[in-house]
């Protein structure tokens, strides 16, 4: 099973910045591919950058050249760092992971409020 925690969100202004990171119970070596996805309220969860087991990147193109994703293969831990942040930005984050076996597996989110 795997399990993954978020932390890292909180209020900021808009133009600000912040690192979430997402804490893996297994070898990210094991994982085929990760994600952060976000839910505004009133609104569908939506990729917001994912990272593949070779290192291959993509983002949503509002996210684009603000967002950067990345992992630390030893620490098990994957990381978004948000900068330029904006109003429309504010919502909960959430990290996922897929197997090789096609499962999926989600974290319970971490909330980003951006204030204008």
């Known amino acids: 099973q795997v399990r993954l925690v978020e932390s890292g969100g909180g209020l900021v202004q808009a133009g600000g910045s912040l690192r979430l990171s997402c804490a893996v119970s297994v070898s990210i070596f094991s994982l085929k591919a990760m994600g952060w996805y976000r839910q505004a309220p009133g609104k569908q969860r939506e990729l917001v950058a994912a990272i593949t087991s070779g290192g291959s990147t993509n983002y949503a193109d509002s996210v684009k050249g603000r967002f950067t994703i990345s992992r630390d293969n030893a620490a098990n831990t994957m990381y978004l760092r948000m900068n330029g942040l904006k109003p429309e930005d504010t919502a909960v984050y959430i990290c996922?992971?897929?197997?090789?076996?096609?499962?999926?597996?989600w974290g319970k989110g971490t909330p980003v409020t951006v204030s204008s």
């Open positions: 996922n992971a897929e197997d090789y076996w096609q499962a999926d597996y």
